[in-house]
Each structure stands twice: as structure tokens, then as C-alpha cells.
């Protein structure tokens, strides 16, 4: 019998790699995690938002790595009025290997903020790809059933000038307002936040330009261009002009999502679009004119609202500065609530313009007042004596 003759192969090393090899608090942990998650596991939202705008009181060790003109760098804390438990707290010295130095997690309250509708960019897209294809098929149904021949004459003149002026307020707080607070606020939670509803005001201001185009092909005789004449001359509306140029000028952040999300929607945009258009569009024969605007609605009341008041929720409860943001918030309610109700009252010669009349101007007024009181009353805030003028 022939033996069989072992042959040299290499043979398998196994090597302890050190780093791997080393013991360290949570080595064992199957997630890495940073921060701090609101919940008891870390969302996906979290994972992509927290920390991607560092700050140098929490691991930018080497401090902002770009100034402006005046020598500020990154995000000053004092771009808004209102403080967060810490903003007064003094950057840490910084030398070799000092990283966060004295300072652990959170680095100050700003960061505590997470959004409750948990926006970044993948849910921004698919929730405005979904608007927008929804807003479309129900104009190309609309066009194909002939619907736009149903429209009472008045409501189409009122849809040209009135419904199309509203895309001037939309862009111009898209664009202006938001936009730029999103640039000035503190940490990438917010940032995401602001950002996604500067996207839907654009976008809301889109969708009624492009239905705009539509009408002026599939109705003879409406007139394309007539908002642009009602927005700068029609007295009823510049009162809402001359608010929402105002709200584009202010400079302090927070005061700026503040005037609009918490003052100016509730009196002024609710009261346009819910107590006048969806209401008296159907009596006039349109079923198509409340799609859109009830998207732009929803924008509002049921995801930008919601970020607000977790943010200014925060503020108002904050651990070291609750009394001072209140005295602040109050000071601009004083200052953007009669702005905001003397627009509305400007607003008033719209209520007899259609044929078919929605409920009464006052009513209107009254709701979307007491919708405003309920926002003031869940942030802790009192309703200022202006809003009986």
C-alpha cells in the first residue's frame, strides 16, 4: 500500500487585530450610537438628522471651519432673541485633543429639539412627489369630464384674481421667510424642519401657477394674469400684501416661524383658505379649486404646525430660560397679532364676491381666532388683548 504523501498548503493564521481586540464602555454593543434618541430606540430620522451639523461646543474640536465678514463663524446663537438652557455657556479652550471639552451631551438645549414629523430629504421627496402626482390626476380628471364648464361665471373671475393672488404669499414666505430662517437656525434638526416647509410653500405656490395655466386653456376668457393686478392694486389685499412683506423682513429667526406659523397662518391663511375658498367653491360648481388648496392646507395643520409647536414647546418649558423666551413670545404677539388681524379685515370684501356666499366673514373670523387661541393655550402662551380688535 502507497502511502499518501502530505502536501505544503498554507495554513490558516488567526492574529488578535488590537483595535478590535480592546475593551471600552458599550464594545459590546451591538449599535453605535451618539446622541440621545427621543424615543427608546434611535429613529431612522435620527440617524441621518442629529449631529451632521456638529457643533464646537460638541465635537467640532477644531471650532467653525468658516466666519462672516464680522468675524462670526458657523451659527450664532444670537441670530434669535430666545435661549436655550446653555446658550450662555462659553465655548470650550480649545488644544490638542481637547474635542468637546467639559461638555457632554446634549452641548446645550438647541439640540434637544427632534421633529415630530421627522422630515429629511428621502420623506421630503416622497411626500411632495405624492402631492403633486394626486393634485395632477385630479386636474386631468377635472379637464376630462368637461368639470371647469360648471363654474358659476363670477366664481371664475374670482378664482383668476383671488385664488391666484394667494401664490404671491406662498412664494414669498417659501422663498424669503423660511429659506432664510432655515439657514440661521442652530442645529441640522431644525434646519431640516424649516427647510421642508420652505418646500411646501414653493411648492404650493407652484401647483396653483401651473393650475393657473390650466384654467387659461380650458376656460374661455379667464384671465391668466389677473392675479398679478389684484396682488398689487386690489384694495382687499394689501393688508396681506404689506403683512407678508413684513414677515420676509424680520431678522431674528425664531420670531420669524413664529409670526407666520403661529400668528399669521391661524388669522390669515386658515381664514383665506378654509373659511372662504373650500367653502364656497362647491356651492359655485368647482370641486376641483379645494384639492388644491386643501393640500396646502394640510401642509400647514398637520406637519408644519406640528414641528412649530415642538420646537417653541421646548422654549417656553426650557429649564433655564422658560421665563424669558414666554416674555419674549408675548412681546411679539403683541407686535404680529393686530398686523395680522387688520389683514384679515382687509380680506372682508371677498365674502360677497361669489354668487354662492360661504358663512359670514365674522364667523369665519371668529373660528379662526378661536383656532389661534387653542395654538397660544397648548404652548402656555396668553392671547394678547388685540385679538379683539
Known amino acids: 500500500m502507497t502511502a499518501t504523501e502530505e502536501r505544503s498548503v498554507p495554513k490558516p ?43 464646537p461646543r460638541h465635537y467640532l474640536s477644531q471650532g467653525w471651519l468658516y466666519a462672516f465678514a464680522d468675524g462670526k463663524g458657523g451659527y450664532p446663537l444670537e441670530w434669535t432673541a430666545l435661549k436655550a438652557w446653555g446658550s450662555d455657556r462659553p465655548e470650550p479652550e480649545r488644544g490638542p485633543g481637547s474635542g468637546g471639552k467639559g461638555y457632554d451631551w446634549p452641548a446645550h438645549g438647541w439640540h434637544e429639539f427632534r421633529d415630530p414629523n421627522e422630515e429629511w430629504e428621502l420623506t421630503l421627496y416622497r411626500y411632495n412627489a405624492n402631492v403633486v402626482r394626486q393634485l395632477n390626476q385630479n386636474v386631468d380628471a377635472a379637464r376630462q369630464a368637461k368639470a371647469f364648464e360648471q363654474w358659476n361665471p363670477n366664481w371664475v373671475d374670482f378664482v383668476a384674481k383671488h385664488v391666484g393672488a394667494w401664490m404671491h404669499v406662498d412664494h414669498g414666505l417659501g422663498l424669503y421667510l423660511f429659506a432664510n430662517a432655515n439657514r440661521r437656525a442652530p442645529t441640522n434638526m431644525h434646519n ?20 393657473n395655466f390650466t384654467l387659461t386653456e380650458e376656460i374661455e376668457g379667464f384671465d391668466g394674469t389677473a392675479h398679478l393686478e389684484t396682488w398689487n392694486s386690489d384694495p382687499a389685499w394689501q393688508g396681506v400684501r404689506e403683512t407678508a412683506e413684513q414677515l420676509t423682513g424680520i431678522w431674528d429667526w425664531c420670531e420669524a416661524i413664529f409670526a407666520a406659523n403661529v400668528v399669521f397662518e391661524p388669522l390669515v391663511g386658515e381664514l383665506f383658505r378654509s373659511n372662504l375658498v373650500q ?3 362647491p356651492a359655485n360648481g368647482d370641486f ?50 393686530p398686523r395680522c388681524i387688520a389683514a384679515a379685515r382687509t380680506l372682508q370684501p371677498l365674502w360677497s364676491q361669489p354668487d354662492a356666499k360661504p358663512t359670514r366673514f365674522e364667523d369665519g373670523l371668529d373660528r379662526a381666532k378661536s383656532r389661534f387661541v387653542g395654538i397660544l393655550s397648548d404652548l402656555g402662551l396668553k392671547a394678547p388683548k388685540e385679538l379683539g380688535q
Open 13 to 55: 493564521v488567526f492574529t488578535d487585530a488590537e483595535a478590535g481586540a480592546k475593551v471600552f464602555p458599550d464594545s459590546d454593543a451591538r449599535r453605535f450610537n451618539y446622541y440621545n434618541s427621543a424615543k427608546r430606540k434611535q429613529s431612522h430620522y435620527e440617524d441621518v438628522t442629529v449631529e451632521v451639523q456638529p457643533d
Open 192 to 211: 431640516n424642519a424649516i427647510s421642508v416647509n420652505s418646500m411646501h410653500r414653493i411648492r404650493a405656490a407652484q401647483d396653483l401657477a401651473l393650475y
Open 279 to 281: 367653502q364656497a367653491a
Open 288 to 337: 376641483v379649486t379645494p384639492t388644491l388648496v386643501g393640500a396646502g392646507e394640510f401642509d400647514y395643520s398637520e406637519r408644519d404646525l406640528r414641528y412649530t409647536k415642538a420646537m417653541f414647546d421646548l422654549l417656553v418649558n426650557d429649564r433655564q430660560y422658560a421665563e424669558h423666551n414666554k416674555g419674549i413670545l408675548q412681546g411679539w404677539l403683541e407686535d404680529w397679532v
